[in-house]
């Protein structure tokens, strides 16, 4: 939002009055010096729950989902909640000529070309729309209507992803011909209108509808939590930064802070569902259809929810990491350069790793009885690192094939169910790949390659491929220049969705830049390029609402000078006043080619692979704790041979590291002990 917006009381007082002597020589109908209503946070939640004394709406239902409570609208639109817009605009008429709103909702998928109003201001005698919000698919609208002229304008914010069953809390910000959405607490999207949003928007026998369009025409299906409007203002800075940006909080109804068991509001007992699925076992998968669902690890003494991406803690006897013992030595039919780790469901845990040799090739794992198993071989040429995805209910693994061919191929395997067994699903041509990530944005599939080279040519493309629900195929999306990739990572922050590739090698040096890049308008644009040297992994992690990305540097190679193994690796953090990372903290590494990021109970890690130091592969490779203030403190040295990538899983049987070599066949699995 511009600084404009954020001056002192005593210009928006100003403001209002200048505002109102226009309207008044105008003749428009606001015909007071002071503003329409208070520039405090107006609650129009709160405003159509019952007073004192007075029964719950019958067409509200309090429901708990994902820990957080919300109202859910009953019946038919004919019972639409709703109060007269003067309630609030005791003063004069108009309604803020700058102002935002704040809503936290909760909505599900909706179809194609279905609308659904969050909010309305309607004319009751015409049922003219003067101000609206309302979602779509992907989408969120805000439409408004120009007095005197009778046009209706409509801004639509796409690619927001509000309609995926989570919460979300939505400002969005109107000042002059600007309007600003920030989804949980994340980058702000601006669009610009046509013209000004109307300085005189009469509000003169209108009503305020929540949850739908008015008495006859449809309701909001989600949950609603909060909507709030705050006159003169952007919300933003009075929400954001928080620890938890889907429930940022600027004035919640009383009645949805409550923790009792049966909601009460000046002594209105409200109608209350909770959503519960309780599991027990293994830890069950975690994905979207499982949002909301208990899990109770009895081991662990622990009740956790899953959030539809993973597990979430809410009740636990908290572990802490003792020592990390020995668990089990893996040989595999060659070296190693990488192991992917993953559940199938209803079938466990698995591991594919990623080995030199074409025969036997690779070996698929299945973890049975406390420890990983062969269970199948895949054929491939120098396999460099493999992805486990999903679509729909379908499984997939995409290998990383390095070995100079004509033509070079990598393959996508899909799960045969029915075989318990990964078959060839599509081949793909890349060069020297290294590395695929897999990611999905608005229910669209994607994968990435990471193309090394081509021949001696560093500079080359790597590719996206988007996958194509009709033929059941990925096909080319984008095209992204690279030099020496080595490493892609997908992640999001709040509604905004980032890949970042790691940059090794341009043909002269390894010190050069990394690329972050941003989704936007249908695609990835440049973001921010970070400098590294020999940069082969990015591992992104949250701690507490911050966002950290750490780089491995692997090696200074110049033309000038001789190799350097022993270099920093850096660990940064996203400030969300300049929209950029910054430097967080330098760690002395060796040959850096792999970070993990793992949590046990309320403490977490970060492991480093140490590969080389110009002299020896038999390294230790360390693992860090955080430590608040002070970073990243090393609390565990582990003695490695060539290792090239760490992976953390949890099973039954406890909490677990593996790391493979690239100098040996023999991996190691070792066991967190806790107390």
């Not at 505002?19 to 405090?40: E, F």
């Not at 300085?199 to 929540?210: C, D, E, N, V």
């Not at 994905?287 to 899953?306: D, H, I, M, Q, Y």
């Not at 490695?640 to 899983?649: K, L, P, Q, V």
Request: hydrophobic share 40%; with cysteine; net charge neutral.
């Amino acid at each position: 939002m511009r600084d404009r917006t954020r001056v002192g009381g005593v210009m928006l007082a100003c403001r209002f009055l200048l505002l109102s002597w226009l309207m008044l020589a105008g003749g428009v109908g606001c015909q007071s010096w002071r503003p329409c209503t208070d520039l405090l946070p107006l609650d129009l939640l709160a405003r159509v729950l019952p007073g004192p004394g007075q029964a719950p709406p019958p067409q509200v239902q309090m429901v708990q989902s994902k820990g957080s409570r919300g109202l859910r609208l009953l019946g038919a639109a004919a019972t639409a909640l709703s109060f007269p817009a003067s309630q609030i605009f005791r003063n004069c008429d108009c309604f803020p000529a700058e102002f935002s709103l704040v809503a936290t909702i909760k909505t599900p998928s909706l179809r194609e070309k279905r609308n659904e109003y969050i909010f309305s201001v309607v004319e009751e005698e015409s049922d003219a729309l003067l101000l609206g919000l309302r979602v779509s698919e992907n989408r969120l609208h805000f439409l408004s209507t120009a007095p005197g002229v009778g046009g209706r304008s409509r801004l639509s914010f796409k690619d927001v992803g509000l309609d995926d069953n989570r919460w979300h809390t939505v400002v969005l910000a109107v000042t002059g011909p600007y309007a600003t959405l920030t989804v949980d607490c994340g980058l702000p999207l601006e669009l610009k209108r046509v013209q000004s949003f109307p300085s005189a928007l009469s509000t003169r026998g209108s009503r305020f509808f929540i949850g739908s369009r008015s008495r006859l025409r449809g309701r909001f299906s989600g949950l609603l939590r909060q909507l709030v409007l705050l006159p003169g203002s952007d919300a933003t800075s009075r929400l954001c930064p928080t620890s938890d940006p889907g429930l940022a909080e600027l004035s919640i109804p009383q009645v949805l802070k409550s923790t009792s068991l049966q909601p009460q509001h000046h002594g209105a007992v409200y109608p209350y569902e909770a959503e519960a699925r309780v599991t027990l076992g293994n830890a069950p998968p975690c994905s979207g259809p499982e949002g909301g669902l208990l899990w109770f690890n009895a081991r662990g003494k622990g009740l956790f929810v899953c959030d539809g991406l993973s597990w979430r803690t809410l009740l636990q006897n908290q572990e802490r990491l003792d020592y990390v013992e020995d668990y089990q030595d893996l040989y595999t039919s060659s070296e190693t350069f990488d192991v992917e780790v993953f559940s199938i469901p209803s079938e466990g845990l698995f591991m594919a790793a990623a080995n030199r040799d074409a025969r036997p090739g690779s070996g698929i794992y299945r973890w049975r009885n406390g420890s990983f198993q062969l269970h199948q071989n895949i054929s491939t040429q120098e396999a460099r690192a493999w992805k486990h995805f999903t679509i729909g209910e379908q499984i997939f693994l995409v290998v990383a094939n390095s070995m100079e061919a004509e033509p070079e191929l990598s393959v996508i395997y899909r799960w045969n169910k029915r075989r318990q067994r990964f078959l060839r699903h599509q081949t793909l041509e890349t060069h020297a790949a290294l590395d695929w990530e897999a990611f999905h944005i608005h229910n669209h599939s994607f994968l990435v390659v990471a193309n090394h080279r081509q021949g001696s040519n560093h500079n080359i493309l790597s590719v996206i491929y988007r996958w194509n629900p009709n033929t059941k195929l990925f096909e080319v999306n984008q095209t992204l220049a690279t030099s020496g990739a080595y490493d892609w990572e997908f992640f999001s922050v709040g509604a905004h969705h980032f890949l970042v590739v790691a940059n090794t090698f341009d043909g002269q040096t390894t010190v050069i830049s990394s690329t972050v890049y941003v989704w936007l308008h249908g695609g990835f644009q440049s973001f921010q390029s970070i400098p590294t040297v020999g940069a082969t992994d990015w591992e992104p992690f949250q701690m507490d609402g911050r966002f950290f990305l750490a780089v491995a540097n692997s090696q200074k190679v110049s033309n000038h000078g001789p190799n350097l193994y022993s270099i920093n690796s850096t660990v940064y953090e996203l400030n969300r006043l300049t929209q950029s990372f910054i430097r967080f903290q330098d760690i002395l590494t060796h040959s850096a080619v792999d970070w993990e990021f793992f949590t046990v109970g309320e403490e977490r890690f970060l492991v480093v692979a140490n590969s080389h130091d110009g002299s020896s592969y038999s390294l230790n490779s360390v693992v860090y704790r955080w430590q608040g203030y002070e970073g990243f403190v090393p609390v565990h040295s582990l003695p490695t041979f060539g290792c090239r990538d760490w992976e953390h899983f949890s099973t039954a049987e406890g909490s677990f590291l593996v790391y493979s070599s690239a100098t040996s066949r023999l991996s190691k699995v070792f066991r967190l002990r806790t107390y």
